[in-house]
């Protein structure tokens, strides 16, 4: 047997087994072919590498689309391809501007609107495409796909959308704050991918030691430093460009031309994904344009957890919209898993018709109940950037961090109010936005307000669920003639069942970090600040200023206070 036939049989079989482990459909052919490193011009002249995969002695057949900034060699990229080739796709993976031997610098986000055109047009002349393209992919991947979808012409065939947005730049700033532990971990990994070992194929432990310890560093424009030892240019940027009113990331928010476009759309995100708020507005902006699309959500994260789901739904949305496969349109629009039921669940719309806004109210003494509270003093505490109040689980980048953790070391400190229901007699389910408002008086009209949801299980261990955080700046909010504001604080979305016995608590805090950049507490520019002064707050709970968690209730709720919901 020559080399080459056993090479052959060997990738026949390892697509097999790869095929039997995702559970994906049966294959058209598992004769493949890859041409690597073909070479596709820019209009400025610039050269970005791109492989092709295909059939192997196939016609013109349309082109599903993927552009990474990771490297086009990367296990994931060559894991998607293929599946989609042995079904009769043809692939096409490219290098984005200035990565893995492509041309140019890259400059993160800045260019795939223009690279994407321009690949997307070389594309349609080659006499292999017959002309129809999609896209697919997750994270940045899915930004080069809403960099270009609603500004084709003709459009897209279809959009795979994994862990992503077309709105990026709200990720950067959440409420306003600086997403500091998010922005550091990718900028570092972006910035010194090419020199990891086995170009970032594998772990680097004492790189994510060395990341997690900047960011402690000061001023946060510097941080970088700390992390790789070197300028990184993301870094920079997004902590220059943190301030109110900064349209500097505009041309990248995709989000107000995404109405407009008609190209079918499939998504898939996670409860813990650093995307998922504005995906899932991504998703309800479209349904509510009257545009075809679809929904996953799932117990993911923002890493390879979601790998299958997203390469299953690609597999399924892209046969629906290329190969006619009609009964791919028949899952739900939405379609969600509920955390601690073990159950998914099928829906028409999001948020679930069946979803209904409830307050459950912040009371004296540190209750949590429906009923509006009574009269009572305000709860104070002092937040100090010298200490900040430190974040544990949520979505976060760094394995091991994310989703849920054990809160009780937080919830112990005197820079955190908590309020705590009675044991639940019954399941109590959340599936929809959840928010807060929160009526605050700082010192000095600065500070941030960081709200976190709750499971307190039969032990007394306090897990996060959801939260959110809002920057107050003197005037943005408003304050009333006292000097209260009335913070109404976004957190994310949850499809979560707190089980029988277990109880609802809201911790309010003046931040959590490093998830985002300390608070100063004296107005200065995040990038460059250095000196800290403490802030001190008031958070009320009386008739008129009761402050409160918004549940998206979807059962009879069994209510924390021992009462029936307002």
Known sequence: MTQSVLRERTRRGFGRLVDRYLDMPEPVTF????????????RDGTVLLADRYRPRGAG??????????????????????GVLARRGFQVVAQNVRGVFGSGGEFHAFVHEKEDGLATAAWLRERAWCDGRLATAG???????????GPYLDPPLEAMCLGITTSAFPAAFYPGGVLALHNMLVWSSATGTQEEAPLGGLLPNPLH???????????PVGESDLAAIGRPERFLREVSAHAEPDDTYWAPIDHSAAALDMATPTSMVTGWWDIFLPWQLRDFAALTAAGHRSRITI??????????????????????AQLAGDVTQLHQSPVRLYLQRAGRWLDFDRWPPPQSVPTPLRLQPSGGLDWPEPPDSTPDRFTYHGADPTPSTGGPLLLPGEVRQQDNTAVEQRPD???FTGRPLPRDLDLIGPVSAEVHVRTDSGHGDVFVRLCDVDRAGVSRNVTDGILRLRPGAPPADADGVVRARVEMHPTGYRFLRGHSLRVQVAGGAFPRYARHHGTGAPVATAVACRPIRFEVFHEPGRASAVVLPLMTAP?????????
């Open 298 to 319: 799932g117990p993911w994260a923002h890493d390879r957890s979601a790998l299958k789901a997203t390469l299953t739904d690609h597999v399924s949305w892209l046969s």
């Open 208 to 218: 994510d030691r060395r990341v997690q310890r900047a960011m402690r560093t000061l």
């Open 416 to 418: 955190v109010l908590v």
């Open 31 to 42: 004769d493949v072919e890859c041409v690597r490193d073909l070479r596709v011009p820019m």
């Open 60 to 81: 013109p057949l349309p082109v599903v689309l993927l552009r990474t900034p990771y490297g086009k060699h990367k296990p994931d990229i060559k894991l998607f391809a």
């Open 138 to 148: 997750a994270s940045y991947l899915g930004h080069t796909e809403w960099a270009i």
């Open 558 to 566: 069994g209510p924390p206070g021992g009462s029936e919901p307002a």
